[in-house]
């Protein structure tokens, strides 16, 4: 970090954020703020319940428990309340960057993690003689952890590629954090070959996961309308098109943001779109994946008894 900052001009950058709407900064606050608890309750809610709760120690919770992990620490990351609270939107050199491993990180585990649990999805739902043995208690640590040594040291390489560029123009960034298209923007160097590489890893950590996704998915529900029960068929597909709609919304935000040609008209749009994985998949995933499910309502209402019982000990003792 030494070598960077010595080759650098700029030791700050100003996030933008949504500073064309002066007006509306309180609103955006108490709208964010409002989000981001509900959020990070909804998420830590969920590893309390699958850590504590026995009945919960399955694989598709294991992974729901992970999943809501890395959207407490993706909201934290990203949700910048202070600057809208106090209108000072500068961030260092060194914290942007850390800013952006972190989105990063997160980012292509969780593009891992949704295609490690649709696939444990297919195999309940579509191999349910073979799902115990083959999505065992070994081959889910496996995919764990193997999604978050993926995210992080890719990430770490391309960002010890980002380490070299050199910024020495402008410093504002048009986003709301520090995000990697508008930051390459403002620097001085060849920036081809570290656009070339962001590229390619966005197609590695998107595309595959998402067709993998899209499949199971779609042999999920080829087997749901085999459901000889009309009531059945109704309750799982309704569970699975939303987990489906939840997880187009994610990969396909990422895809059009990343992906596509970048054209300065569009950065609006992107702003917007980005909105989509950073504030609304982790505000909903609880709600769609787990909140709804029967066996975490059990034992949330479980927890909930307790928790009361042991109030009223309390106040008597």
């Known amino acids: 970090m030494a070598y960077w900052r010595n080759q650098t001009t700029v030791t700050e950058f100003i996030l933008l954020g949504f500073g064309d709407l002066p ?6 606050f108490l709208m964010f703020l409002l989000i981001y608890i509900t959020t990070i309750t909804g998420n830590i809610l969920i590893v309390v319940l699958v850590v504590a709760n026995q009945h919960l120690h399955t694989p598709m919770y294991f992974f729901l428990g992970n999943l809501s992990y890395l959207e407490t620490c993706y909201t934290s990351t990203l949700l910048m309340l202070a600057s809208l609270l106090t209108g000072n ?3 260092s050199l060194s914290g942007c960057i ?16 949704l295609a490690a649990m649709s696939y444990d999805r297919y195999l309940a739902i579509c191999k349910p003689l073979h799902y115990s ?17 993926n995210g992080c040291l890719t990430t770490t ?15 504002d960034i048009d986003h709301f954090y520090c ?15 570290i656009i070339l590489l962001d590229f ?5 950590f998107t595309l595959p996961p998402f067709l993998l996704t899209l499949t199971s998915y779609v042999c999920i529900l080829t087997t749901i309308l085999r459901i000889p029960s009309t009531t059945g068929k109704q309750k799982a597909f309704s569970t699975c098109s939303s987990h489906l709609i939840v997880v187009t919304i994610y990969y396909g935000t990422l895809i059009i ?21 950073t504030v609304l998949t982790p505000l909903v995933n609880p709600l769609i994946y787990s909140l709804r499910n029967r066996e975490v309502k059990e034992a949330l209402s479980k927890a909930v008894s307790k928790y009361v019982a042991f109030t009223k000990t309390c106040g008597e003792s």
């Open 157 to 171: 390489v391309f960002v010890l590629f980002m380490s070299h560029l050199i910024f020495c123009g402008p410093n």
């Open 98 to 113: 850390t800013q952006l491993h972190f989105f990063c990180s997160l980012a292509a585990t969780e593009c891992c993690l």
């Open 179 to 193: 995000d990697l298209i508008p930051l390459i923007k403002l620097s001085c160097s060849d920036t081809y070959q």
């Open 133 to 149: 043995a083959l999505m065992n208690t070994r081959f889910c640590l496996q995919l764990a952890v193997g999604s978050w040594l």
């Open 257 to 277: 943001v990343y992906m596509l040609p970048k054209r300065n008209t569009l950065s609006i749009l992107n702003k917007v779109l980005s909105l989509c994985y």
């Open 200 to 204: 390619i890893l966005a197609c590695v």
């Open 23 to 28: 007006d509306l900064q309180i609103l955006l």
């Open 89 to 91: 939107k500068t961030i």
